[in-house]
């Protein structure tokens, strides 16, 4: 069992609520991305980071049933959803493993490498897609999503000054990562980005993902993700600001979930 990874504990927790957004976000990006990629019939596919497996089911209903497709994750909460979905649909060419996606070397090269919205959780985002490059054969695809300029940002900028309210300093335990977004929230800076590492052929295209809430669901985008992390740790407080948070949010809000799809060859 490899050691666990110091986000896996809110994955695990969240895998659940993490979920009831897949009809409405994550299985809908996940095609597009698996679309970009331009997965191919017999192509071998990494899915770095493939959570619930919103990208990997579809890149292994593209490339049949004689290709691989490997899905890594560190919550091995997400990975059984991942496997219930292939074994409800009969995917035998899915393998899922629960590890550190920098650590994982497999056997032979693959044709692509997906990441959705998971690449700005690299400690070192370069060396992180160094690595996945390097899984790569010459000339296979690299695609990647990853939350535009803008995105999330009202709906994260709320929680937080309501978790504020509630007395003492909040910091956001994934700040890194959040630096790690802001270096290519826009298809200039992202193309740049990866032009400047090497790649090749790359594109970057802004998606309009607008992403209709209730309550319920606007609570479960906060305990299904990292923002799970800024509440406080009493419960009532807890409490507390998911109650203000809610009524402030409103019955209906529409959540800038604005993405960038971002695709380039290894040469």
Request: with cysteine; glycine share 8%; charged share 20%.
């Amino acid at each position: 069992m490899p050691e666990q990874h110091p986000l896996a504990p809110a994955f695990d927790s969240g895998a659940a609520d993490f979920e009831r957004l897949a009809p409405s976000l994550w299985n809908p990006m996940g095609n597009a991305l698996v679309a970009a990629a331009d997965i191919r019939v017999g192509d071998n596919v990494l899915d770095a980071c493939c959570g619930g497996g919103a990208i990997t089911i579809p890149a292994a209903q593209s490339a049949g049933p004689d290709a691989l497709v490997d899905g890594v994750d560190i919550s091995a909460d997400l990975l059984a959803v991942a496997g219930s979905k292939a074994e409800t649909l009969s995917l035998e060419n899915v393998s899922l493993h629960q590890a550190d996606i920098l650590q994982w070397r497999p056997e032979a090269h693959y044709d692509a490498v997906l990441c959705g919205y998971a690449v700005f959780f690299l400690p070192d985002m370069d060396a992180g897609i160094r690595h996945l490059v390097s899984l790569l054969h010459r000339g296979g695809r690299l695609a990647l999503s990853t939350w535009a300029d803008g995105s999330l940002t009202d709906f994260s900028g709320l929680l937080f000054r309501h978790c504020a309210a509630e007395g003492g300093e909040v910091e956001l335990p994934t700040a890194a990562a959040r630096e790690n977004m802001l270096r290519i929230n826009t298809p200039e800076k992202a193309a740049a980005w990866l032009e400047g590492l090497g790649l090749e052929q790359v594109k970057a295209v802004h998606t309009p993902v607008p992403v209709q809430l209730n309550p319920e669901l606007a609570w479960s985008l906060v305990m299904g993700s990292a923002l799970r992390m800024l509440l406080p740790q009493d419960p009532a407080a807890a409490q507390r600001v998911r109650d203000g948070f809610l009524a402030e949010l409103g019955p209906e809000y529409t959540l800038n979930a604005d993405t960038l799809i971002v695709t380039a060859l290894k040469p």
